[in-house]
């Protein structure tokens, strides 16, 4: 791990040097160019002068790339990391034509796609590793981490539970759970939720454990967010309790017939996701880690947040 770091480190100080050479002689050669001639030239050296920043930060990624040593990772040192996750989790994962159309959820659903996949093709990029997808049931993702895949990103909560039988990386999105109603729906409180005769969640995640908490007996799991959404607008529900993010996914494609609360109305708490990892491989923590900085550090994570997540809500 330790050399990992220091590989890292050596990589990200050669993208800050690189990043000031650059920068500096860029500055110098539009004050000489904007002393000497015109502004419009001055302009075009300045463009340049970026051109060659972001060429120098890209030389730098690569060289992260090659440098960082995962040999002694139990997992990926065989050059694949195996990323598990559930597809009906919009706009982090979701069955679309591979496009960072959301409206593809419906129209064709061929490829997973989403946040999660953008993010771990990313780390896997800067790792030098091939990403490889493998969709399953959520309620079966942390027993698949270490035997069926190396890591899962899938927009799963960081909690104590969990991290007992997995590592994880450093949060990457806060979240909350939130309740999905149809539009005529009265609830609108907790005690509501109590008197409920029917409460949707995806089995095994955050939402279906509050809603346990609530009311027990009016607590119906099932495989998928799908399942729980349809059976909410089919009548079986009275309420799906959902992550903020993908209750808004959900919400945009029936904005006529479903509604959305806050958790906040409820009293839910604020959570926040993780990549989970195997436990017996801090070469791989420290490795996506060190990746998902550089992606915050650089930009590209809040690229990503506005191509994925950002994107429907606009719509
Ligand atoms: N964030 C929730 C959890 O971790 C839901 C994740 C999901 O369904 N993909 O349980």
């Known amino acids: 791990m330790k050399k990992v770091l220091a590989v890292l480190l050596a990589g990200s100080m050669a993208a800050a040097l690189a990043a ?14 904007a002393a000497q001639t015109s502004t419009t030239e001055a302009t075009g050296a300045s463009t340049e ?41 919009p706009p982090f994962e979701y069955l679309g034509d591979g496009s960072d159309d959301f409206s593809a959820i419906t129209s064709n659903p061929t490829q997973v796609t ?11 990029t800067r790792l030098g590793v091939k990403v490889e997808i493998e969709d399953m049931d959520f309620d079966g993702i942390i027993a698949a981490i270490g035997t069926k895949a190396d890591v899962a990103a899938t927009g799963m909560t960081i909690n104590d539970e969990r991290k007992k039988s997995v590592n994880f990386s450093d949060p990457y999105y806060d979240a909350t759970q939130a309740v999905l ?15 409920a005769s029917s409460i949707g969640v995806q089995q095994g995640t955050t939402g279906d454990n509050i809603a346990r908490g609530i009311n027990d007996a009016a607590t119906v799991s099932v495989k ?34 479903l509604k959305l609360l806050p958790g906040s109305q409820f009293k839910f708490d604020t959570e926040q996701y993780g990549i989970a ?22 930009g590209t994570y809040d690229t990503l947040v506005e191509k994925y997540i950002n994107n429907y809500e606009a719509q």
């Open 20 to 33: 000031c050479g650059s920068s500096k002689s860029t500055d110098s050669a539009a004050q000489s160019s």
């Open 49 to 89: 002068a970026g051109g060659a920043a972001t060429e120098a930060a890209a030389a730098a990624t690569e060289a992260a790339a090659q440098q960082t040593d995962l040999s002694g990772s139990k997992y990926l040192s065989d050059g694949v990391m195996t990323v598990a996750l559930n597809s009906t989790f």
């Open 114 to 124: 989403g946040f999660d996949v953008a993010l771990v093709n990313e780390i896997g």
């Open 181 to 195: 109603l149809t539009k005529d729906s009265s609830i609108a409180t907790e005690d509501d939720l109590k008197k």
């Open 224 to 257: 998928s967010f799908n399942q729980a959404v349809a059976d909410l607008m089919n009548g079986k529900n009275d309420a799906v309790i959902v992550d903020q993010s993908t209750g808004e996914a959900f919400l945009s494609q029936n904005p006529d017939k």
């Open 277 to 298: 990892m195997p436990k017996d491989d801090d070469v791989m923590l420290g490795a996506v880690n060190g990746a998902l900085e550089a992606i915050k550090a650089d």
